[in-house]
Nanobody, 117 residues
Framework: QVQLVESGGGLVQPGGSLRLSCTGS????????MAWYRQTPTEGRELVAT???????VYGDSVKGRFTISRDNGKKTVYLQMNTLKPADTAVYYC???????????WGKGTLVTVSA
């Protein structure tokens, strides 16, 4: 069955960095656009970044210039490098298969990122 497993979340101080990983199984990873979303208790699920099969990328306005999405098809893994983290980045981060919220066909269970002093 299709599975997406995230890792790399945790507690980090403002200005710090984290790298999230998401490994897929049960499908041909290289054939799909992959994305990261985030959600807080008071907000809906927000697109963080998408990477297409071509390697092209799209970022949410709030993370442009700070976050970088990448993929390694050989390892069936998509990464999210997060730099210059802010308290507002605190959220549960979800890995998704599909380029946009309307086209997501699989979700990971999420990993919590907390940015706090």
């Amino acid at each position: 069955q299709v599975q997406l497993v995230e890792s790399g979340g945790g507690l980090v101080q403002p200005g710090g960095s984290l790298r999230l990983s998401c490994t897929g199984s049960g499908f041909n990873f290289s054939h799909y656009a992959m994305a990261w979303y985030r959600q807080t208790p008071t907000e809906g699920r927000e697109l963080v970044a998408t990477i297409f099969t071509t390697g092209s990328t799209v970022y949410g306005d709030s993370v442009k210039g700070r976050f970088t999405i990448s993929r390694d098809n050989g390892k069936k893994t998509v990464y999210l490098q997060m730099n210059t983290l802010k308290p507002a980045d605190t959220a549960v981060y979800y890995c998704a298969r599909g380029p946009t919220l309307d086209n997501v066909t699989a979700w990971g269970k999420g990993t919590l990122v907390t940015v706090s002093a």
